[in-house]
């Protein structure tokens, strides 16, 4: 059973950064999808990243293109999210997500990933 831990989240001023990990532990197909994911009070979850684990091919939200980046240590089974200049819009718990692989990548919906890690509150406000 894939376990997956978020770490990183606070409270910072608009234009500020973060960077969120989240740890992953008990894979069992040869290859993961891991994607990142946030939800704001009131509203359902939505895409913020997505990284193969296999070689590292990224997708994003469009509502945080071109100001995060997701990364990802294999040796560690850990996938960053850096996310800069961050907006009060921002704001929400992220939750990281992992699925085998299947030949998908991060060409799935959000509900074809089954395991999820219990999130990390993010809070952008002046």
């Known amino acids: 059973q894939v376990q997956l831990v978020e770490s990183g989240g606070g409270s910072v001023q608009p234009g500020g950064s973060l960077r969120l990990s989240c740890v992953a532990s008990?894979?069992?197909?040869?290859?993961?999808?891991i994607g990142w994911f946030r939800q704001a009070p009131g509203k359902g979850r939505e895409k913020v990243s997505c990284i193969t684990m296999t070689d590292g091919i990224t997708t994003y939200g469009d509502a945080v293109l071109g100001r995060v980046t997701t990364s990802r240590d294999n040796a560690k089974n850990t996938v960053f999210l850096q996310m800069n200049s961050l907006k009060p819009e921002d704001t929400g718990v992220y939750y990281c997500a992992a699925e085998p692989d299947r030949g998908l990548g991060c060409y799935r919906p959000i509900n074809d990933f089954h395991s999820w890690g219990q999130g990390t509150q993010v809070t952008v406000s002046s």
């Open positions: 008990g894979f069992t197909a040869d290859a993961y999808t």
